[in-house]
């Protein structure tokens, strides 16, 4: 089965699978995949005018409670007018807050600095 033909609750699911990550501390190895981790993001947006009325009404608060996690856990970009906004995407013009990994390594030159956390 292709991405784009992946029903809208298992793309849901990925997108909440990776707040979920993204929460607990990025992993500061993945730095520059950053945007391809919004990937199901990237499609729920695409799905979503193609959903009837009843479907958006029915998802849009599921939607909205992780998206506003990913908010939660995530910063603006350092440089705003530096960064891409692709078409409404706001979530690609935000950075992880808490991360993994060795504090000194390079990060994507937008990003606005963030917590390391512990390794335990």
Not at 37 to 61: A, F, G, K, T, V
Request: charged letters at 30%; proline letters at 9%; a negative charge.
């Amino acid at each position: 089965m292709e991405d784009n033909d992946m029903p809208l609750t298992v793309v849901l699911s990925h997108w909440r699978l990776t707040v979920k990550r993204i929460e607990a501390g990025f992993d500061l190895q993945w730095a520059f995949e950053w945007q391809h981790r919004l990937h199901h993001r990237d499609q729920l947006h695409e799905m979503w005018p193609l959903l009837s009325e009843q479907e958006q009404m029915r998802w849009q608060p599921v939607l909205s409670r992780w998206d506003e996690r990913f908010r939660a856990a995530t910063a603006p970009m350092r440089n705003p007018d530096a960064a891409v906004l692709k078409d409404g995407r706001w979530w690609h013009d935000r950075c992880p807050l808490r991360v993994t990994g060795e504090p000194g390594q390079e990060l994507p030159p937008l990003w606005s600095p963030p917590t390391y956390l512990d390794e335990e």
